[in-house]
């Protein structure tokens, strides 16, 4: 009876086809955001692609949510499942935080570092995905995992750079000039910072996992 009770619970593998899923969104959304950031006619087309990836998102950190409260059994602590999803979410998130301000102040055309930092959201985004499905066999690929959320940790110190040389040439060019224009291009330096954040939170908790299961 209990066997068969079980069965009709989640499976344990199933956590790890959703943060699989959820990770293959976040690529896809970081490579949307870093084709609105080369500006034109198609900043809107792509923004819309990302606000669509975001339902997505949620309805993914929705059923993982669910199935951490309906499994007897779950592949690591529930806590880290809960952090780990939440963390994928934050991401694509801001990525949306980003479009909204786009969307707002009709942006049409980017910084040139605000570009680069369009590429290492990509190169974050890629890395985080090769890191989850190795979660499944967490020993055995202990260090790998670590090796990855270190190459994030690399990649998010450059976006830190990259954010602070481009408020100051923004501010070279606008800041005794146009209070607005420095003004917006600061906010999506921001959000674009912080989208590399919440990857890098990601590798965080990936690092923790392996930490507490090996």
Avoid: C
């Avoid at 570092?113 to 369009?118: A, F, H, I, N, Q």
């Avoid at 202990?142 to 923004?170: M, N, P, S, Y």
């Amino acid at each position: 009876m209990l066997g068969w009770f079980r069965a009709l619970l989640p499976r344990e593998d199933r956590f790890f086809d959703l943060f699989e899923r959820h990770a293959g969104i976040v690529v896809e959304a970081a490579g949307a955001l870093e084709k609105l950031l080369e500006g034109g006619a198609d900043v809107e087309k792509h923004g819309r692609r990302i606000v669509e990836l975001e339902d997505q998102a949620d309805e993914v950190t929705r059923q993982v949510m669910d199935a951490v409260h309906r499994s007897f059994i779950t592949p690591f602590d529930r806590g880290d499942i809960k952090d780990l999803i939440q963390s994928l979410d934050d991401a694509v998130d801001m990525m949306h935080k980003t479009v909204k301000t786009v969307t707002l102040f009709e942006q049409r055309s980017f910084e040139p570092r605000m570009r680069e930092m369009g590429a290492i959201i990509v190169q974050a985004a890629r890395l985080t995905a090769e890191a989850i499905p190795l979660l499944k066999k967490v020993s055995a690929n202990a260090e790998r995992l670590q090796a990855l959320a270190r190459d994030v940790t690399i990649v998010e110190g450059r976006a830190d750079e990259l954010h602070e040389e481009g408020l100051k040439e923004l501010f070279r060019l606008h800041g005794q000039s146009n209070g607005m224009a420095f003004f917006i291009g600061s906010e999506i330096y921001g959000h674009l910072e912080k989208v590399v954040d919440r990857l890098e939170d990601v590798a965080n908790e990936i690092s923790g996992i392996v930490v507490e299961n090996v």
